[in-house]
Protein backbone atom coordinates (compact mmCIF):
# COMPACT_ATOMS: atom_id res chain seq x y z
CA UNK A 1 0.00 0.00 0.00
CA UNK A 2 1.50 3.35 -0.78
CA UNK A 3 1.55 5.67 1.98
CA UNK A 4 0.16 9.41 1.71
CA UNK A 5 2.87 12.07 0.87
CA UNK A 6 3.55 14.30 4.11
CA UNK A 7 4.59 17.91 3.61
CA UNK A 8 7.01 19.28 5.74
CA UNK A 9 7.69 23.07 5.79
CA UNK A 10 10.97 24.45 4.57
CA UNK A 11 12.95 26.48 7.13
CA UNK A 12 15.42 29.37 5.83
CA UNK A 13 18.64 28.01 6.78
CA UNK A 14 20.28 30.07 9.35
CA UNK A 15 23.43 31.27 9.56
CA UNK A 16 24.76 30.96 5.33
CA UNK A 17 24.73 34.21 3.18
CA UNK A 18 21.70 34.56 0.97
CA UNK A 19 21.93 36.00 -2.23
CA UNK A 20 20.46 39.19 -1.19
CA UNK A 21 23.86 39.07 1.23
CA UNK A 22 25.92 38.67 -1.53
CA UNK A 23 24.36 41.26 -3.49
CA UNK A 24 24.62 43.85 -0.75
CA UNK A 25 28.41 43.27 -0.17
CA UNK A 26 29.16 43.33 -3.69
CA UNK A 27 27.43 46.58 -3.88
CA UNK A 28 29.31 48.15 -0.80
CA UNK A 29 32.54 46.64 -2.05
CA UNK A 30 31.95 48.73 -5.29
CA UNK A 31 30.77 51.70 -4.11
CA UNK A 32 33.95 51.50 -1.68
CA UNK A 33 36.01 50.94 -4.75
CA UNK A 34 34.34 53.86 -6.90
CA UNK A 35 34.46 56.24 -3.82
CA UNK A 36 38.48 55.56 -3.92
CA UNK A 37 38.84 55.58 -7.31
CA UNK A 38 36.95 59.29 -7.30
CA UNK A 39 39.15 60.45 -4.59
CA UNK A 40 42.58 59.19 -6.18
CA UNK A 41 41.36 61.46 -9.83
CA UNK A 42 40.44 64.11 -6.95
CA UNK A 43 44.33 64.01 -5.71
CA UNK A 44 45.50 63.52 -9.07
CA UNK A 45 43.40 66.51 -10.60
CA UNK A 46 44.94 69.12 -7.55
CA UNK A 47 48.39 67.45 -8.25
CA UNK A 48 47.89 68.71 -11.77
CA UNK A 49 47.04 71.95 -11.13
CA UNK A 50 49.98 72.84 -8.74
CA UNK A 51 52.71 71.55 -11.00
CA UNK A 52 50.84 73.49 -13.65
CA UNK A 53 51.13 76.61 -11.26
CA UNK A 54 54.92 76.04 -10.49
CA UNK A 55 55.23 75.71 -14.32
CA UNK A 56 53.72 79.17 -14.36
CA UNK A 57 55.49 81.08 -11.66
CA UNK A 58 58.94 79.38 -13.16
CA UNK A 59 58.77 80.94 -16.45
CA UNK A 60 57.50 84.40 -15.07
CA UNK A 61 60.79 83.97 -13.05
CA UNK A 62 62.66 83.11 -15.81
CA UNK A 63 61.00 85.46 -18.20
CA UNK A 64 61.86 88.82 -15.53
CA UNK A 65 65.27 87.73 -15.29
CA UNK A 66 65.77 87.57 -18.88
CA UNK A 67 64.11 91.02 -19.23
CA UNK A 68 66.35 92.47 -16.09
CA UNK A 69 70.06 91.24 -17.36
CA UNK A 70 68.94 91.57 -21.24
CA UNK A 71 70.84 94.47 -22.77
CA UNK A 72 68.84 96.68 -24.99
CA UNK A 73 69.76 99.53 -27.47
CA UNK A 74 67.84 102.29 -25.42
CA UNK A 75 69.74 101.47 -22.66
CA UNK A 76 73.12 101.92 -24.30
CA UNK A 77 72.71 104.63 -26.30
CA UNK A 78 71.72 106.66 -22.80
Not at 40 to 58: G, I, T
Request: proline fraction near 4%; charged fraction near 35%.
Amino acid sequence: MIDSLRWYPILPVVGYPTKFDVVNQRMERLDSENLNLLRSQRAEHKMRDLEFELYVKRADQAKLRLEIFQNRKVDLLC
